[in-house]
């Protein structure tokens, strides 16, 4: 009797192969059961993630010009392709011709850019398929779906790293300040670290348009207002000094010049002075926002300038102050605070036409493009999130180690163990809190938006992948900044498997150019340890300590 004979490397082969596929298989589930698990115990919320999802993909269709005329992802065709027709065609494929088609255009994505919007909708395709079929990845196919999710992160950190910079649009009373000195743990440099210039760079002027003067000053005689106010609040209506000064391009010229990597935006995003449909980011900086839940933002802020008034930075007068904020009524912060009390995020995601539109004129047409430009930021965080994935997302994201947790700057119970402000909030609160529909509508968007980046941030780092690989080749002159070395990215591209050389590295191996010439990030990190420097003699001579 003949004994078939085995062929053992085929067995072995076979072997490897099922082994992968069951690992890549329970990597897949476990991540999704992990951020998207309640989803199957909650039917209600099931369904209104599902219509954010599709809310994210019809918003993916939009081409530049239809409604937004700025979609610089767009501007790559592979982008397009995967945007407009691939992430929406899953609905109607079978899902493993599917992931082939995505697999073949995404390594082939321009590696300059980091393509937040169509990694969003690639993944939002997946997660709605999962959410639609049982909650299952069938396991053919959860090889090719770990491999995407990888080449997502790939193309994220490239384009993080040759992005360099972040602006961080900080939506006031939303962890912003916080989010600042997060930056300078990382060794992130600016123009300014301290807890009321919030890092932002003064010739932008980025500065926040909170009161309205002119109903101010018919409150209270214009020589008892502080200085302080006047400069730093009260400039609702007011538009940016010089657009020049403060477009993209001259933006980051300034930034490079002084070895910035990292500044903050208290105000809006930009282009937005000529209509909201001009609205966009700086698609050559690392876009990033947090957002809050706008109910508790909303209040917070009204304390905050409350609390700001009755100290010595502003009317530091009790009649004075109980002139102004006793007894007051809606519709009096209303007219002073006209931004702060109706649909902020929306505001500040559209520009400055938006920005200073009267109250109750933020329409639903205005939602839609917020969204659209919300989707484009690089890293979308939501305060009230989960704390493991917000870690996630700062890791992961940014390749930073220190975290929002670690530090709580202007806390409001010290502050109103200082002063009660909650005595002067209005009695019909809710009439204000109930005209913000469309801010609590973009903030549940938002919600089911920040779940998607740890998707693939989550999959990376079960494979055992690290946001900073150890044995990338970093300048050691450079500022540490996680992804966002600024113009010291050479090592660190040719680690993560860049293709393309930055114009410095050109500059390098050809004539030289810029040798010699001054390091403005050693320069900035100088006067850094001068200044802290000077502090702590001063604070020694004056006897002062932490």
Request: positive net charge; proline residues 4%.
């Amino acid at each position: 009797m003949n004994r078939a004979r085995i062929h053992w490397p085929s067995v072995l082969l076979f072997c490897l192969g099922f082994f992968s596929t069951t690992a890549a298989s329970n990597i897949i589930q476990d991540v999704f059961m992990e951020l998207f698990g309640e989803l199957t115990k909650d039917e209600k919320a099931r369904t209104l993630r599902l219509a954010h999802l599709d809310t994210l993909l019809a918003l993916g269709t939009s081409r530049p010009g239809e409604k937004l005329l700025h979609i610089p992802e767009y501007a790559d065709p592979k982008a397009r392709q995967l945007g407009i027709n691939i992430s929406q065609s899953l609905v109607s494929s079978d899902l493993d011709e599917w992931m082939n088609r995505v697999m073949e255009v995404v390594p082939k994505l321009d590696e300059m850019k980091s393509f937040a919007m169509v990694r969003r909708l690639l993944v939002a395709a997946l997660i709605k398929y999962w959410l639609e079929h049982g909650n299952k990845i069938p396991d053919e196919c959860t090889l090719k779906v770990q491999e995407l999710l990888l080449q997502l992160y790939k193309v994220h950190r490239i384009g993080a790293v040759h992005k360099g910079v972040m602006e961080y649009l900080h939506i006031s009373k939303s962890g912003g300040t916080s989010w600042c000195h997060i930056a300078e743990l990382n060794g992130c440099v600016t123009e300014r670290y301290d807890r009321s210039y919030v890092c932002q760079v003064k010739k932008f002027d980025d500065k926040v348009r909170w009161l309205n003067m002119t109903f101010h000053m018919l409150q209270i005689p214009v020589y008892r207002v502080p200085q302080y106010v006047l400069k730093r609040f009260s400039r609702f209506g007011t538009f940016r000094k010089n657009h020049d000064m403060s477009a993209c391009s001259a933006r980051r010229q300034l930034i490079a010049s002084r070895g910035y990597n990292y500044y903050s935006n208290e105000y809006t995003v930009h282009g937005g002075h000529k209509g909201m449909e001009n609205a966009h980011m700086c698609s050559n900086f690392f876009n990033a926002i947090v957002l809050r839940d706008p109910l508790k933002r909303l209040v917070s802020h009204m304390k905050f300038v409350m609390w700001t008034m009755s100290g010595d930075r502003g009317y530091n007068d009790t009649i004075l102050f109980n002139r102004m904020y006793a007894n007051r009524s809606s519709e009096f912060w209303q007219a002073l605070g006209p931004a702060i009390v109706d649909n902020y995020f929306i505001r500040s995601l559209l520009g400055e036409k938006a920005f200073h539109v009267p109250v109750g004129t933020v329409s639903r047409e205005m939602l839609s493009l917020a969204e659209h430009v919300l989707v484009q930021f690089d890293l979308v965080l939501v305060l009230e999130q989960d704390t493991e994935v917000k870690n996630l997302i700062t890791s992961y994201g940014v390749g930073w180690n220190h975290t929002l947790e670690e530090v709580h700057d202007k806390d409001s119970n010290v502050r109103e163990a200082e002063f009660n402000t909650t005595a002067y909030i209005p009695r019909d609160l809710d009439r204000l809190l109930q005209a913000q529909t469309l801010d609590m509508e973009l903030f549940e968007f938002t919600k089911t938006l920040a779940q998607l980046d740890p998707v693939v941030y989550a999959v990376a780092r079960k494979v055992g992948l690290q946001p900073l690989p150890p044995e990338s080749s970093i300048d050691s002159e450079g500022p540490p900044c996680g992804l966002l070395r600024g113009q010291y990215k050479e090592g660190l591209l040719t680690s993560l498997g860049a293709k393309k050389p930055t114009l410095a590295a050109k500059r390098k191996k050809g004539k030289g150019l810029g040798a010699g010439r001054k390091d403005p990030a050693r320069q900035a990190r100088a006067s850094r340890a001068s200044s802290r420097l000077g502090v702590g003699i001063e604070n020694r001579q004056q006897g002062g300590g932490r």
